[in-house]
């Protein structure tokens, strides 16, 4: 079974804050994506990655950051916390581009305060 | 990308066959329509995708009309530990990837 693993379930910052959220899969992917989850919104795609050292940007990637050192692994960074990046982070990784079938890790709940 | 529209919310009864319709109205031709079902505080779990016709696998079944403006997932017999979110995505992945998550479908199953 493909395992999409994240950092934190739950997470507390301070406006201003410089943040990290880790997302590490074990099945070799070659793409991994990163979405933001709020009410009423559906989930929303912030960035992805087709290849290490790779990124795209998504529908919201204002005010976020990411990194992909390493295949396996996709950092998603916020710069400078924001109160209105209070959400359920979701991580995501893909076979490759044939495949449309995403597996996603549990979810990390920021706070902003 | 095609924005994706479906009912906010569905009852059922165990045992009944539950299908949820979603449209897309403005889908492309290299667009493929995939579902994936959500449990409160778990991430989503893809269920099935498909280009045209119907798609079949162990757990749903899929339909897509010839205009592909709308699909259908179609779920037999359902339990109660389908009570979940059901979410239609319409994904583009050619000339770089593009997805929308609409703001999903939730079955509620009674006993």
């Known amino acids: 079974d493909v395992k999409v693993t994240q950092s934190s379930r739950y997470l507390v910052k301070r406006t201003g804050e410089k943040v990290f959220l880790e997302c590490v899969q074990d099945m070799d992917h070659e793409n991994m994506f990163w979405y933001r989850q709020d009410p009423g919104l559906g989930l929303r795609l912030i960035y992805f990655s087709y290849d290490v050292k790779m990124k795209e940007k998504g529908d919201i990637p204002e005010g976020y950051s990411v990194s992909r050192e390493k295949k396996e692994r996709f950092s998603l960074i916020l710069e400078s916390a924001s109160t209105n990046q209070t959400s359920m982070y979701l991580c995501a990784s893909m076979m490759d581009r044939a495949s449309y079938e995403q597996y996603f890790g549990p979810g990390t709940r920021l706070t902003v305060t | 990308l095609a924005k994706t529209t479906q009912p906010i919310s569905m009852d059922s009864y165990e045992g009944q066959e539950v299908n949820i319709t979603c449209s897309h109205n403005?889908?492309?031709?290299?667009?493929?329509i995939t579902w994936y079902q959500q449990f409160p505080s778990q991430g989503p779990r893809f269920i099935i995708q498909g280009y045209k016709t119907k798609v079949t696998n162990e757990v749903a079944s899929l339909f897509i009309p010839a205009d592909r403006k709308s699909s259908t997932l179609s779920l037999p017999r359902v339990s109660l530990s389908d009570t979940a979110v059901y979410y239609c995505?319409?994904?583009?992945?050619?000339?770089?990837?593009?997805?929308?998550f609409g703001a999903g479908t939730r079955l509620f199953v009674k006993a």
């Open positions: 403005n889908i492309a031709t290299n667009d493929y």
């Open positions: 995505l319409v994904v583009r992945n050619t000339g770089g990837f593009k997805t929308i």
